[in-house]
């Protein structure tokens, strides 16, 4: 009798584990496919940012709430859902910023800041020149080389036209959005790896569970 007094009290115990033991497992794999989908952005993008990668976050599970989250913040989530859904680039204004002669980041990408210094420049307009629409540095005149000889009056009197200033330089090019072909697999990776590592995890955190309710 005293040996069902102690099985039955064993298997009370265990039964209050039993959350915990499943709380312990999800978070577990949580965690893991959390470490993977970063690694498949890294392996996806091109030279994603910092920002990009460490976007993907997730949210463990409790002994009263046995749900785990792996999810990708609200910011990222924007611009990384054409590479997982397909569609077109996502565009921070109204027009895609190709640049052309200007200095990127090392991650390819234009400094946030950047924009804002080039419209303080006296230097720089945006608009069209011909059928480029974009960010323009004007050049400054080339001055005459030394010793040239000024250039004759024409037989009126009136001074010859200046030449022209040379053209402006493009320094950033606006564009339409482009399509974008779905590459991640960001979803299919983590149906995948929750069904293959939540049996193996599960069985681990129960027979602790049996373990430590001796």
Aim: positive net charge.
């Amino acid at each position: 009798m005293a040996d069902l007094n102690n099985l039955s009290a064993q298997l009370r115990q265990l039964q209050k584990q039993i959350p915990f033991a499943m709380a312990q497992a999800m978070t577990k794999v949580a965690r893991q496919i959390e470490a993977a989908e970063r690694t498949a952005l890294q392996r996806h993008l091109d030279n994603p940012t910092p920002f990009t990668v460490k976007s993907v976050g997730s949210q463990g599970a409790r002994k009263n709430n046995l749900q785990a989250k792996v999810f990708v913040r609200d910011t990222a989530a924007a611009y990384l859902e054409p590479f997982e859904f397909g569609g077109q680039h996502k565009l921070n204004g109204q027009a895609l910023l190709n640049p052309k002669n200007i200095k990127l980041n090392k991650y390819g990408n234009l400094p946030r800041t950047k924009m804002a210094q080039l419209k303080a420049k006296p230097d720089v307009f945006i608009g069209s020149v011909g059928d480029v629409n974009g960010v323009w540095q004007r050049r400054k005149p080339r001055k005459s080389k030394k010793g040239a000889k000024r250039a004759k009056r024409s037989p009126n009197g009136t001074r010859r036209d200046r030449m022209k200033k040379p053209a402006p330089k493009l320094l950033i090019q606006f564009g339409n959005a482009l399509a974008v072909s779905p590459t991640l697999g960001y979803m299919q990776r983590a149906s995948t790896m929750a069904a293959a590592l939540m049996p193996s995890a599960l069985s681990r955190e129960i027979a602790e569970a049996i373990r430590t309710a001796k």
